[in-house]
């Protein structure tokens, strides 16, 4: 098992930068895939970025591609999302997970992930 603490959100005008981070505590981090899902008030839950197990590929939704980077530290256990480029659109509850595989974690959530953060919250004003 692992737990999982997001920090880093917060409020920023159209055009900023945020990054978010993700304190990973139990099991061996560098074992699972990590990533970022989100939800906004009234949308599904969706995921954004993803790191596949021991670090090997990065998946982004096309809502994020070239804005959004996730990476990840093994030693300080670590995920993080380096969010430039915000937009109003990206104001959402930002959730940090992980689990064994990542199967379709890109877009709408299907239910298949054991393991979440309690959330930070982003808010974009324009």
């Known amino acids: 098992q692992v737990q999982l603490v997001e920090s880093g959100g917060g409020s920023v005008q159209a055009g900023g930068s945020l990054r978010l981070s993700c304190a990973a505590s139990g099991d061996t981090f560098s074992r699972y895939c990590t990533g970022w899902f989100r939800q906004a008030p009234g949308k599904e839950r969706e995921g954004v970025a993803v790191?596949?197990?021991?670090?090997?590929?990065?998946y982004y939704a096309d809502s994020v591609k070239g804005r959004f980077t996730i990476s990840q530290d093994n030693a300080k256990r670590t995920l993080y999302l380096q969010m430039n480029s915000l937009k109003p659109e990206d104001t959402a509850m930002y959730y940090c997970v992980a689990d064994r595989t990542c199967p379709f974690w890109i877009g709408v959530y299907r239910g298949n992930i054991n393991y979440w953060g309690q959330g930070t919250q982003v808010t974009v004003s324009s």
């Open positions: 790191i596949g197990t021991f670090g090997i590929g990065t």
